[in-house]
């Protein structure tokens, strides 16, 4: 619910006779808790008032949700075509798929088998679903991976030429080609550190804007924002390793310059 507990509020429907609508439903029709709602029945238009409203992801049309009660007594329908099987804890899951079906077979022969789907199931069918939809966003990002790779390691080679008399000077006063290595290694951690920690905030206000903006005025729907501490930490370990692997070879090529040529050079 947007506001308040969705038990409290589906009894509450339940005994005044209200709905509950979805977002959409509310923000198409300017609509708000308490707000009388006109509905064509069998019998006539029927105010009801809007006892709730709730997220919906379902459909950007709307969505009306009543007690079934009333809705039996307004349309004269008892068919059911979606309901719930909660199972208690150890239960075997497909035995009870098979046994619904079979029941259900021999309740209506003519009937088109009923799918029987679990939550676990639909879940995983609907991201997917997802993960085939944004397989060009990966794509993308492994491009975009490869390419920042290759301009770390331009970035630094250009550091090492421009700095080749400083490092020369380091080896000459007593630095081994390992602390040459790591001075270089080092500048490429801080250079994918600092591209990571901007592209988190640049990630996350793309998607507050994203949420709030686009998402509103395209579908109508609020998608609830949570912020994946766990990814966005993974993320940044990627950018930084990303980073050293680009940066080995421009610290390994700078460690195993002349000294003598580099200090020759201005």
């Known amino acids: 619910m947007v506001r308040g507990e969705s038990i409290t509020v589906l009894h509450r429907a339940a005994e005044t006779g209200g709905v509950l609508i979805s977002e959409v ?29 709730f997220y919906d992801y379902a459909t950007d049309g709307g969505k009306m949700v009543m007690d079934r009660m009333q ?8 068919r059911v ?46 991201l997917d679903i997802f993960d085939r939809t944004f397989v060009l966003t990966y794509v993308l990002e492994a491009i975009a991976v490869f390419v920042a790779v290759l301009g770390i390691v331009n ?25 040459v290595e790591r001075l270089v290694l080092w500048e490429a951690a801080y250079l994918g550190l600092i591209g990571a920690v901007l592209g988190v905030i640049g990630g996350l206000l793309l998607a507050v804007v994203l949420i709030h903006v686009i998402n509103k005025q395209s ?19 990627l950018s930084v390793g990303a980073a050293l692997i680009a940066g080995y070879f421009p610290a390994r090529w700078a460690a195993r310059q002349p000294v003598v040529e580099g200090l020759r050079e201005e």
């Open 25 to 53: 439903l509310a923000d198409r029709f300017g609509l708000q808790e308490g707000s009388k709602l006109t509905i064509t029945t069998p019998a006539g238009p029927l105010s009801v008032s809007v006892e709730g409203i």
């Open 71 to 78: 809705y039996q007594r307004i349309w004269h329908d008892e």
């Open 81 to 126: 075509t979606v309901f719930p099987l909660y199972l208690k804890p150890g239960t075997d899951m497909e035995q009870v798929r098979q046994s619904t079906i079979r029941k259900m077979a021999k309740r209506d022969k003519a009937a088109v088998a009923p799918l029987v789907i679990r939550n676990k199931e639909l879940r995983q069918e609907i």
């Open 155 to 179: 970035t630094l080679v250009t550091a090492v030429l421009e700095r080749r008399c400083e490092l020369a000077t380091l080896q000459a006063i007593g630095a081994s080609r390992k602390q």
């Open 219 to 237: 579908f109508g729907w609020t998608i609830r924002m949570t912020i994946p501490a766990g990814l966005l930490l993974q993320a940044v370990a």
